[in-house]
């Protein structure tokens, strides 16, 4: 019997509610924009009341949703995109394409990068196994945001997660560089360079290793530069008087054990050679 009650409630409920769908979809959405998606209930409601068929309603209102993003004459129709993606979330945590495709449209249509990083954090929070959301996270985030601790910190996940692309370590290591994380860049390129079996990708990794090593050889080189006009209130004529100081032990060479090129007159250091001409 309650059984019986509980489906009668069921049925009437979603009635009702495509009853109010149709009302709603008669109204002009140019008067009322965004109406329709104001009115869907949360996705357990839904997958709740399709009787095992909470895929097929996924998909049927991810399909809508691509038309209805790609109305311009719906002002406010990003309003309500965190919701209507996380409908089809709950519908179907392992339809995997609208996560993406709501990011993209985060991003690039509503420009709100945080919302789109929200959206891909849910596709990995309901999806552990899948790399790709937080290696596209760690994309927007550097490309669009210059944010590269947070970049590092989605690369990192990414590679932590079986079946990641190589590619992946490879940009968590440029991510570190960006962020001046020379220590974990160096050995991360190191790893590569290692373990690669593909000419290209260890001719790749020697140069950022070269240009990492250079980097913090330069840094070093720079700081006793500094500490030597403090003292003498100029530059060094040439770099060994940093040794003769006591400023440095001695003077580092480049990757393919150069000297570095100094300028007295401006304090510039660099290395010899362009690490991509190598």
Known sequence: MKKKVVL???ILSLGAFMSLKVKIDKISRKKIPGSSIIYIPSGKYLKFATFGYSSLLADLIYLWSIQYYSDYSVVDRFKYLDHIFSVIAELDHRYLDPYQIGALI???EARDLDLALKILDRGLEK???QWIFP????H???MAKKDYKLAQ???KKAME????PPITKRLYANASFKLTDYKTAFETWQEIYQTT???RIKKIASNHLFQVKAAIDIKTIFEAIEKFREIYDRNPVDLSQLVKAGLLDSLPKDLDGQDYHYDSKTGEVKTQTIPWKR
Do not use: M, V
């Not at 290696?135 to 760690?138: C, H, I, K, R, T």
């Not at 997660?161 to 990641?164: E, F, P, R, S």
């Open 197 to 199: 079996e593909e000419e």
């Open 140 to 142: 927007y985030a550097q």
């Open 106 to 108: 985060a991003l690039y």
């Open 8 to 10: 009668l409630i069921l």
């Open 153 to 155: 910190k989605y690369y």
């Open 127 to 129: 999806n552990p196994d």
């Open 161 to 164: 997660i079986k079946g990641a």
């Open 135 to 138: 290696l596209e996270a760690g």
